[in-house]
């Protein structure tokens, strides 16, 4: 996320919702990633939250008033418009959205946003009646059209008291959300591209089952590399903590079994299937309809072999579309992970150390080597899971062209 972020030059508008608070910590996430946030607030804005606040967090001056900037050229509003790698506003009240849809130039973010080419995402937040009227979703589809984007709103309890849709998005969505627009690489564009993410479930009972510790960090990281690369991104997801990222499809998963199933439905559509997954190798052959009793002093499962998901993708394979598997290991990794490469018929494997601490399950780290069919090895001493996922797509983006 940071190298995405890293030095580019965000106007982060504020407008006049409660949720106005929350783009406190939009702006201090966006400063942690290395953005540079210049904070611009409109009149009601500024009666909510303290410019102070966002000068605090962002160390630049924030603009409140239309004439302000003609004391400071560095904000005048059309060398802002240029020199913007993206322009956020949010919260976004209907008003803001109403002018940008319209045209309308009365105070100094509208200005700028009509004298901007920069990409520009709004994150809406307002009453649900103010959201679902047709004026609004007239409105949005109107910015749409003209390649603006949107993240949220969702549904929830909202300020005025109402529940309903309306309610600005969690700041970590917003954040994501902007990832493919600063991306400067679009090499994937109208590539799709496959993941499975996460642990399985293999049911023991309906309220017991056999699990392993993949958090589904390295299939979000993934994820949001082809995302960032411009690519439409669907995530066959198991169990995870890892939340999966904003504008991908994610199809949610339990048991191997499943997993497999919708691998097989979404395989030939894809251009690129990365098996992130810790797919469990064993299933319970009859798992019990009812609850298990404790009433016996052992109890034997019997265990049966699960279908190997990304070697029926590797012998799937149709021309021009590209495998790619892990190979989690505890020994030998090299050579395990070649003999897999073969066995599975992938493109690329990625050989990772398990079970230290600082590289394997749960972990925001990972050792690993990328093997290709030619024994070609990119060794990555420890890298995070964010640095892995841009070496493998500069591994794929080079293949596929
Ligand atoms: N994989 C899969 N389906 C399985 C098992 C594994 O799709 N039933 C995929 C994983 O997502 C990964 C690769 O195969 O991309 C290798 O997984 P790994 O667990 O390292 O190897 P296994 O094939 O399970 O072999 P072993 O457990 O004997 O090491």
């Given at each position: 996320m940071k190298r995405i972020f890293s030095n580019k030059e965000i106007v982060l508008g504020v407008t006049?919702?409660?949720?106005?608070?929350k783009a406190c910590e939009i702006a201090s996430r966006l400063v942690e990633y290395g953005a540079r946030v210049l904070p611009v607030l409109t009149e009601s804005a500024a009666e909510l939250v303290g410019p102070a606040s966002f000068e605090a967090i962002t160390g630049r001056r924030a603009i409140t008033g239309m004439f302000e900037p003609l004391q400071n050229p560095e904000i005048e509003h059309i060398a802002v418009a240029t020199r913007a790698h993206l322009f956020l506003?949010?919260?976004?009240t209907a008003n803001v959205i109403a002018k940008a849809a319209h045209g309308i130039a009365d105070d100094w973010l509208t200005t700028t946003l009509l004298a901007t080419k920069a990409p520009i995402l709004f994150a809406p937040a307002m009453n649900c009646n103010m959201y679902t009227h047709p004026a609004t979703q007239e409105n949005i589809k109107t910015l749409a059209g003209r390649g603006c984007r949107f993240v949220g709103p969702e549904e929830g309890r909202l300020a005025c008291g109402f529940s309903g849709i309306g309610r600005m998005i969690d700041p970590a969505t917003i954040i994501e959300a902007c990832v493919p627009l600063l991306?400067?690489?679009?090499?994937?564009?109208?590539k799709r591209v496959l993941i499975t993410s996460g642990a399985n479930h293999e049911p023991i009972d309906p309220v017991r089952f056999i699990g392993n510790r993949s958090s589904g960090k390295m299939g979000r990281a993934i994820a949001l590399e082809a995302l960032a690369r411009g690519a439409e991104v669907t995530i066959i997801s198991g169990p995870s903590e890892a939340r999966m990222p904003w504008g991908a499809t994610v199809i949610s998963v339990g048991s191997a079994g499943e997993m497999a199933q919708a691998v097989e439905r979404e395989a030939p559509k894809a251009d690129v299937i990365i098996g992130a997954a810790a797919v469990a190798d064993y299933t319970v052959a009859n798992p019990a309809a009812d609850k298990i009793k404790r009433d016996q002093e052992t109890l034997t499962l019997t265990l049966v072999q699960n279908p190997d998901i990304i070697a029926g993708a590797g012998a799937k394979k149709r021309p021009g579309q590209f495998v790619v598997g892990f190979a989690a290991e505890t020994e030998n990794v090299i050579p395990n992970a070649i003999a897999k490469l073969k066995r599975k018929n992938l493109d690329l494997i990625v050989a990772n150390l398990i079970g230290t601490s600082d590289s394997g399950?749960?972990?925001d780290t990972i050792s690993a080597s990328l093997i290709t069919p030619d024994r070609h090895i990119e060794d990555l001493p420890l890298v995070t899971k964010d640095e892995l996922a841009n070496h493998l797509f500069n591994h794929i983006v080079a293949a596929l062209a």
């Amino acid at each position: 996320m940071k190298r995405i972020f890293s030095n580019k030059e965000i106007v982060l508008g504020v407008t006049g919702s409660i949720a106005a608070y929350k783009a406190c910590e939009i702006a201090s996430r966006l400063v942690e990633y290395g953005a540079r946030v210049l904070p611009v607030l409109t009149e009601s804005a500024a009666e909510l939250v303290g410019p102070a606040s966002f000068e605090a967090i962002t160390g630049r001056r924030a603009i409140t008033g239309m004439f302000e900037p003609l004391q400071n050229p560095e904000i005048e509003h059309i060398a802002v418009a240029t020199r913007a790698h993206l322009f956020l506003i949010a919260p976004a009240t209907a008003n803001v959205i109403a002018k940008a849809a319209h045209g309308i130039a009365d105070d100094w973010l509208t200005t700028t946003l009509l004298a901007t080419k920069a990409p520009i995402l709004f994150a809406p937040a307002m009453n649900c009646n103010m959201y679902t009227h047709p004026a609004t979703q007239e409105n949005i589809k109107t910015l749409a059209g003209r390649g603006c984007r949107f993240v949220g709103p969702e549904e929830g309890r909202l300020a005025c008291g109402f529940s309903g849709i309306g309610r600005m998005i969690d700041p970590a969505t917003i954040i994501e959300a902007c990832v493919p627009l600063l991306a400067p690489k679009k090499e994937l564009a109208g590539k799709r591209v496959l993941i499975t993410s996460g642990a399985n479930h293999e049911p023991i009972d309906p309220v017991r089952f056999i699990g392993n510790r993949s958090s589904g960090k390295m299939g979000r990281a993934i994820a949001l590399e082809a995302l960032a690369r411009g690519a439409e991104v669907t995530i066959i997801s198991g169990p995870s903590e890892a939340r999966m990222p904003w504008g991908a499809t994610v199809i949610s998963v339990g048991s191997a079994g499943e997993m497999a199933q919708a691998v097989e439905r979404e395989a030939p559509k894809a251009d690129v299937i990365i098996g992130a997954a810790a797919v469990a190798d064993y299933t319970v052959a009859n798992p019990a309809a009812d609850k298990i009793k404790r009433d016996q002093e052992t109890l034997t499962l019997t265990l049966v072999q699960n279908p190997d998901i990304i070697a029926g993708a590797g012998a799937k394979k149709r021309p021009g579309q590209f495998v790619v598997g892990f190979a989690a290991e505890t020994e030998n990794v090299i050579p395990n992970a070649i003999a897999k490469l073969k066995r599975k018929n992938l493109d690329l494997i990625v050989a990772n150390l398990i079970g230290t601490s600082d590289s394997g399950f749960g972990t925001d780290t990972i050792s690993a080597s990328l093997i290709t069919p030619d024994r070609h090895i990119e060794d990555l001493p420890l890298v995070t899971k964010d640095e892995l996922a841009n070496h493998l797509f500069n591994h794929i983006v080079a293949a596929l062209a």
